[in-house]
């Protein structure tokens, strides 16, 4: 009778699979904002929000986002002053946001789309003659729901 081995019960491993270097992650360095009837945003900087799972009473769970922030240099336009303006009037017209992440080779490569945006912030970065920094126009906006779409 022949012992078996433990070794022999192995299945081999393909060399491809031991020689392939584990994904990289993305850095958050290039990223394209659109908002919905918006022509260009300009976004320097996002701030992605925390989804949370709420128990309700008497409900079943519900989920609560936190707000999502987007910055851009101040320029000519007041598209954004425009939105939040609009916002604060009864019954604002919620948009859609869409945040694309873009891998090393400029291709996209994770899509996050905000559904039912309004803005409830608007800021200005502060005003410092003695540093010539650029003045950041910041909207934050509450999410009414979020999907996430990944390159195939």
Avoid: H
């Amino acid at each position: 009778m022949k012992a078996s081995s433990a070794r022999s019960k192995r299945k081999a491993v393909p060399a491809s699979a031991l020689s392939a270097e584990p994904a990289r992650p993305y850095t958050g360095l290039r990223f394209a904002v659109s908002i919905q009837d918006m022509r260009r945003t300009g976004a320097v900087e996002v701030v992605l929000p925390a989804a949370k799972l709420v128990e309700v009473p008497r409900r079943t769970r519900s989920v609560q986002f936190e707000p999502l922030v987007i910055r851009r240099g101040l320029t000519d336009s007041t598209e954004w002053y425009d939105w939040w303006e609009q916002a604060r009037r009864p019954r604002a017209r919620p948009r859609l946001v869409t945040v694309a992440l873009l891998g090393p080779s400029g291709v996209e490569a994770v899509r996050w789309m905000f559904r039912d945006c309004v803005p409830v912030g608007y800021a200005l970065s502060p005003l410092n003659a003695l540093v010539a920094t650029t003045v950041l126009e910041s909207l934050e906006l509450k999410v009414g729901d979020f999907e996430l779409y990944r390159r195939q």
